[in-house]
């Protein structure tokens, strides 16, 4: 979807943390790996970290009782699991793929419609095949580019089209290497960065290029010689890119320019996250620690410095995608069940980050804790939560829900 950074996934965070605690896991997508075998890295030589610390902001108490408030949007027909959610020009949200009872069961192809005029959901057309795990893009002419992801077989290479004024999907060509959990970016001039994501074994899936018009894909030269787990557009184009993570840090961080596929060193974080989300200032907010420190650790990019810096520390660990909101803030949703031992039912799953006050802040939950879920920013500013798995278990659900920011 349109402003998504987080990689899909096909086994269930929570026991994706679970492993990288008692494994030292060494590589994942930004948010979720592949049920083939992590690709080998090779030692890089980086700049040295380039990190500002401030004195350490005391962390938000936050309260369940916060600002905004949830309700339930219904129920998609069938539960999922790594599917995608892409607002459409009509203000619909298409749900497709995925996966249903867990990361072992066979890929899903159909797709549904949410509308948030009449809250209730619908059949759509089903896509050509299987996607679980992949990405899904709005371009400009309206219309849906979905690609990769698991599919009957295997890790697909397919990519395909959905027209929501025809109701009709298309094919959209194939990318060059076969990928799960990658991501999938919407550049300034229209066309679709596929980068990182897992591959085929031993292999780092080089970065791809989606033009639509001529609806052809193209490898950008250089680009397979890291394993990205992490790509984000930044405000003047340039995506930066951190990967090759060894012992939960990351070896490398670049900066790739999409007109010249030019790739630049650029300065790696103190902590390495597993999510990144562009602020409306030009920053980059990360969270999600992937060693076994400090779980509530965030920090910031500012790429006119090129430098990271620690701020404020979450109010609880949340494992789960983050989004912008109209006024600024971002709101992440998740579980923090097995970051935060004896949290229990009831656990606070959502909070605000408010980078005007730089703090954390608990707001009130949702009704059903979950983890794989989607997010997608409404036209009226409200956010539609859809599917995921219940943790500590793999099995998917149907519910729904909307956060309303109250502002």
Request: with cysteine.
């Amino acid at each position: 979807m349109g402003a998504r950074t987080c990689f899909g996934s096909h086994v269930s965070r929570y026991l994706l943390a679970l492993i990288f605690l008692l494994a030292g896991c060494t590589g994942q997508p930004q948010s979720g790996v592949s049920s083939g075998t992590s690709p080998t890295r090779e030692t890089v030589t980086t700049p040295p970290v380039a990190v500002n610390t401030p004195s350490a902001p005391s962390p938000s108490a936050g309260s369940a009782n916060g600002t905004g408030s949830w309700s339930t949007a219904g129920s998609m027909s069938t539960s999922r699991g790594g599917h995608s959610a892409t607002l459409l020009p009509s203000g619909k949200v298409l749900i497709a793929g995925g996966n249903t009872g867990g990361f072992v069961s066979a890929g899903l192809a159909s797709t549904e419609l949410f509308d948030p005029a009449t809250n209730t959901w619908s059949a759509a057309a089903p896509m050509n095949r299987p996607h679980a795990g992949h990405t899904a893009t709005l371009l400009k002419s309206g219309k849906v580019l979905v690609v990769a992801g698991r599919s009957t077989g295997g890790d697909s290479n397919a990519a395909e089209l959905y027209d929501p004024v025809t109701n009709s999907w298309s094919s959209a060509g194939s990318i060059a290497v076969a990928r799960t959990s990658h991501a999938a970016l919407l550049l300034r001039n229209g066309k679709v960065l596929v980068w990182g994501g897992f591959g085929p074994a031993g292999a780092n899936p080089p970065a791809e290029l989606y033009d639509p018009a001529t609806n052809g894909w193209s490898v950008v030269p250089g680009t397979s010689a890291h394993f990205i787990n992490v790509a984000i557009v930044l405000e003047d184009g340039r995506v930066l890119a951190l990967g090759d993570i060894q012992n939960s840090n990351f070896q490398f961080a670049g900066i790739l320019d999409p007109d010249s596929g030019v790739v630049t060193n650029a300065a790696r974080p103190a902590i390495s996250m597993a999510r990144a989300v562009l602020l409306n200032s030009g920053k980059v907010l990360a969270y999600q620690n992937y060693a076994p420190g400090d779980k509530r650790a965030t920090e910031l990019y500012d790429p006119r410095t090129n430098t990271w810096s620690l701020i404020s520390r979450m109010s609880i660990a949340l494992f789960g995608p983050g989004i912008v909101l109209r006024d600024g803030r971002v709101l992440v949703t998740g579980s923090a069940k097995i970051d935060e031992p004896g949290c229990g039912t009831g656990c606070p799953n959502a909070e605000l980050f408010d980078p005007l006050a730089g703090k954390w802040t608990l707001t009130k939950p949702m009704s059903n804790d979950r983890g794989e879920q989607t997010m997608t920013l409404l036209a009226d500013g409200r956010v539609l939560v859809a599917g995921g798995v219940v943790p500590p278990n793999p099995d998917t659900i149907a519910l729904t829900e909307i956060f309303d920011p109250g502002r």
